[in-house]
């Protein structure tokens, strides 16, 4: 008996998934394990089950690039309301407290913006999956301890409000946010409403890129299921880190994962393709050598 198209294992490849509200990362990537008919799926930067948006799902060898393709930059709409503090910085946790934020001014807004531009230190979120010693944030916190994650440096290159609405004793804020992977818009929106004096978290999250990757290439698990649309891996390297060609000879040792000298000297890490165009490996120049990190023998 012929095998029908659901029953047929997808090729290495990446999905670019138009996550729905409600599911988790995992939730959708246990949908395209069984529409890719191979239960080697993963994905790369999680987003919460309330937000929605860009998801990079990979498929088979693909998996291998996922951490990599996770440390690119993220850009993402969404709304602020300023007013109300949650345990969660996000419309999923309790209110621990309200102030009336018809009182702030949007030229206050903007003046208070400036401080989360640029090469910040941020506090994640205690409701996180960070762990410590060992033990996700966000388990914590449920288990009644009070987390104070320590900050780390990121970079915002842009964080900027679009629209602006007056509710009873609130202000939303819609914004769009370029940002550097470990950015959590969720603290940025927490971090502006206590610089305003109110408190603030956030009530909509929509992630619009990830690195090459936006919403423009995105598919919905409805469109997948239909036609099961993805990106090749040779693409994916090619979209996200550029590539550099080897000579026939060296295809070989590079497939053995072995450090060929090359003279290229470009954005890292760089993908490394035989003269047929195949996509040897990710590798790191280093010293004059391509260093390998993932090959794909």
Request: glycine share 10%.
């Amino acid at each position: 008996m012929a095998r029908g198209p659901r029953e047929r294992t997808a090729p290495d490849s990446l999905v670019v998934v138009d996550k729905p509200s409600g599911l988790t990362s995992h939730d959708v990537v246990a949908r395209v394990r069984r529409l890719a008919g191979t239960r080697k799926v993963g994905h790369a930067g999680t987003l919460d089950p309330m937000a929605t948006g860009v998801l990079l799902v990979g498929v088979e060898r693909t998996t291998r690039l996922l951490g990599h393709l996770a440390l690119t930059d993220k850009a993402y709409s969404a709304t602020v309301r300023l007013g109300v503090s949650t345990v969660t910085d996000d419309a999923e946790g309790d209110v621990v407290s309200a102030s009336d934020a018809s009182v702030v001014d949007l030229a206050a807004v903007e003046a208070e913006l400036v401080a989360l531009r640029g090469d910040i230190l941020q506090r994640p979120s205690a409701v996180s999956a960070i762990k410590v010693d060992g033990v996700r944030s966000y388990k914590r916190v449920r288990d009644g301890e009070d987390v104070e994650l320590p900050v780390r440096p990121v970079t915002v290159s842009r964080f900027e409000v679009l629209d602006a609405r007056y509710g009873d004793g609130v202000l939303d804020l819609d914004v769009e946010v370029e940002c550097s992977t470990g950015t959590y818009v969720r603290a940025l929106a927490r971090d502006l409403g206590a610089a305003l004096g109110v408190g603030g978290h956030l009530t909509a999250l929509r992630r619009t890129r990830v690195g090459a990757f936006g919403l423009d290439r995105a598919r919905t698990l409805e469109q997948l299921e239909e036609s099961f649309d993805a990106v090749p891996l040779a693409d994916v390297v090619r979209d996200s880190f550029g590539v550099v060609e080897v000579d026939a000879a060296e295809v070989d040792s590079v497939l053995h994962g072995a450090r060929v000298v090359s003279a290229y000297a470009g954005p890292s890490p760089v993908g490394v393709a035989a003269p047929d165009g195949r996509i040897l490996s990710l590798a790191e120049p280093t010293n004059g050598r391509l260093v390998p990190l993932v090959v794909f023998s």
